[in-house]
């Protein structure tokens, strides 16, 4: 019996690639495939592979996309496609929350989603998502960590790595959610726990209750207390929240539903979900958390990538430098190494002057009693 061969897939990267050409989404991909949001991100993060159905239209499509975006690397398309990406980055960081009662702790600085700013340079989109994105993700931060310089640096971090890869950020479609991702990571971090300045706890909040509600957090594993922030503070829903916390939905939800019976156990008064996100919003918010201005953290992406090419050419001059001297003073002929030492036999044992033993006294003993009786000794006498 034979198996049909699968049709083929370009690489995770280029399925990306296609659908961001075409200036699709992911909720739009996942339509037309006919699979959720979350699945097209992880078919395009490598994480899962289509089979089946799903694979043929799947490979279908971005056949297609292919195909109709043969000519979309014409000089004449890059500045529309560069202005595109530009409004997007802008418009995701200044909608409005959608009437979902996000408290402001969470949510972005509200401006006008429709408007566009075709003349905005890379340094001012990356300004605008900064300004009004930072402040949130440095309350999110503070939930995650308790700590508040641990926060700002975790947002400042992200900010920088954005900045490194502002290309790649600007296509994002939730350019947001890429630096929040970012941050979380950074401040997640196992690694902080050897840095000496956090190894003292930071004061508490004032309230009794936030503080309460603060230990509760930090006691849960880093994966459930991210799902937690998530669903419930967030707001995102349960594919997305996998998504972004690279799990499965299954597994989210039993993170979420242990996170949130543990902060029951211990605080009953959250046990409902819209009370937990209201209580946590204002712990957020209790904070009075601070992020630098804009310029300043694009400096600091800026300085750190030129230290890191200075130090990637200084080590490889001090390699140059090494391998010349190495070829200068190495041998350039076969010199045979010295053999070793053999042992030679038939010659007796050097005898060094020492005290006589007891054979050798009683020889000489007897040898001085018996010499006056002997024959005369012959003595030379001179004429």
């Given at each position: 019996?034979?198996?049909?061969?699968?049709?083929?897939?370009?690489?995770?990267?280029?399925?990306?690639?296609?659908?961001e050409?075409?200036?699709?989404?992911?909720?739009?991909?996942?339509?037309?495939?006919?699979?959720?949001?979350?699945?097209?991100?992880?078919?395009?993060?490598?994480?899962?592979?289509?089979?089946?159905?799903?694979?043929?239209?799947?490979?279908?499509?971005?056949?297609?996309?292919?195909?109709?975006?043969?000519?979309?690397?014409?000089?004449?398309?890059?500045?529309?496609?560069?202005?595109?990406?530009?409004?997007?980055?802008?418009?995701?960081?200044?909608?409005?929350?959608?009437?979902?009662?996000?408290?402001?702790?969470?949510?972005?600085?509200?401006?006008?989603?429709?408007?566009?700013?075709?003349?905005?340079?890379?340094?001012?989109?990356?300004?605008?998502?900064?300004?009004?994105?930072?402040?949130?993700?440095?309350?999110?931060?503070?939930?995650?960590?308790?700590?508040?310089?641990?926060?700002?640096?975790?947002?400042?971090?992200?900010?920088?790595?954005?900045?490194?890869?502002?290309?790649?950020v600007?296509?994002?479609?939730?350019?947001?959610?890429?630096?929040?991702?970012a941050?979380?990571?950074w401040?997640?971090?196992?690694?902080?726990?050897?840095?000496?300045?956090?190894?003292?706890?930071?004061?508490?909040?004032?309230?009794?209750?936030?503080?309460?509600l603060?230990?509760?957090?930090?006691?849960?594993?880093?994966?459930?207390?991210?799902?937690?922030?998530?669903?419930?503070?967030?707001?995102?829903?349960?594919?997305?929240?996998?998504?972004?916390?690279?799990?499965?939905?299954?597994?989210?939800?039993?993170?979420?539903?242990?996170?949130?019976?543990?902060?029951?156990?211990?605080?009953?008064?959250?046990?409902?979900?819209?009370?937990?996100?209201?209580?946590?919003?204002?712990?957020?918010?209790?904070?009075?958390?601070?992020?630098?201005?804009?310029?300043?953290?694009?400096g600091?992406?800026?300085?750190?990538?030129?230290?890191?090419?200075r130090?990637?050419?200084?080590?490889?001059?001090?390699?140059?430098?090494?391998?010349?001297?190495?070829?200068?003073?190495?041998?350039?002929?076969?010199?045979?190494?010295?053999?070793?030492?053999?042992?030679?036999?038939?010659v007796?044992?050097r005898?060094?002057?020492?005290?006589?033993?007891?054979?050798?006294?009683?020889?000489?003993?007897?040898?001085?009693?018996?010499?006056?009786?002997?024959p005369?000794?012959?003595?030379?006498?001179?004429?």
């Amino acid at each position: 019996m034979t198996r049909s061969p699968t049709t083929p897939l370009p690489p995770p990267g280029e399925r990306r690639r296609l659908r961001e050409t075409a200036s699709l989404t992911r909720p739009q991909l996942a339509k037309r495939v006919g699979v959720r949001p979350g699945t097209v991100r992880a078919w395009e993060s490598g994480r899962s592979t289509p089979h089946g159905r799903n694979r043929e239209a799947y490979a279908k499509l971005l056949a297609d996309l292919a195909e109709g975006t043969a000519d979309a690397g014409t000089p004449e398309s890059v500045p529309v496609r560069r202005e595109k990406e530009v409004t997007a980055v802008v418009t995701v960081c200044l909608d409005k929350p959608g009437g979902d009662g996000r408290p402001e702790a969470f949510a972005q600085a509200p401006s006008p989603a429709s408007a566009s700013f075709p003349d905005l340079t890379p340094a001012q989109a990356f300004d605008a998502l900064y300004s009004f994105c930072a402040p949130a993700l440095v309350r999110q931060a503070y939930l995650l960590t308790g700590r508040r310089t641990l926060a700002r640096e975790s947002v400042e971090r992200a900010f920088q790595l954005a900045w490194d890869r502002w290309p790649e950020v600007a296509r994002d479609p939730d350019p947001a959610g890429w630096v929040r991702a970012a941050a979380y990571e950074w401040a997640l971090s196992p690694w902080h726990r050897f840095r000496r300045r956090h190894r003292q706890p930071e004061p508490p909040p004032p309230e009794e209750d936030d503080r309460a509600l603060l230990e509760v957090l930090l006691r849960l594993p880093p994966p459930y207390r991210r799902t937690l922030l998530l669903y419930d503070g967030l707001g995102l829903g349960l594919p997305e929240t996998a998504a972004e916390t690279e799990a499965s939905t299954r597994a989210t939800a039993g993170r979420l539903t242990y996170a949130r019976e543990t902060v029951a156990a211990r605080l009953p008064d959250l046990s409902d979900p819209r009370e937990l996100h209201r209580r946590l919003a204002e712990l957020a918010s209790a904070g009075r958390l601070r992020a630098a201005e804009p310029p300043v953290v694009r400096g600091g992406s800026e300085r750190r990538a030129r230290f890191w090419t200075r130090a990637a050419v200084a080590f490889t001059v001090a390699l140059i430098g090494t391998t010349a001297l190495t070829l200068r003073t190495a041998p350039t002929r076969y010199e045979p190494p010295v053999p070793p030492g053999e042992t030679v036999r038939g010659v007796p044992p050097r005898v060094a002057p020492g005290p006589l033993s007891e054979e050798e006294r009683e020889l000489r003993t007897r040898l001085r009693k018996e010499l006056p009786r002997g024959p005369e000794r012959l003595a030379p006498q001179a004429r």
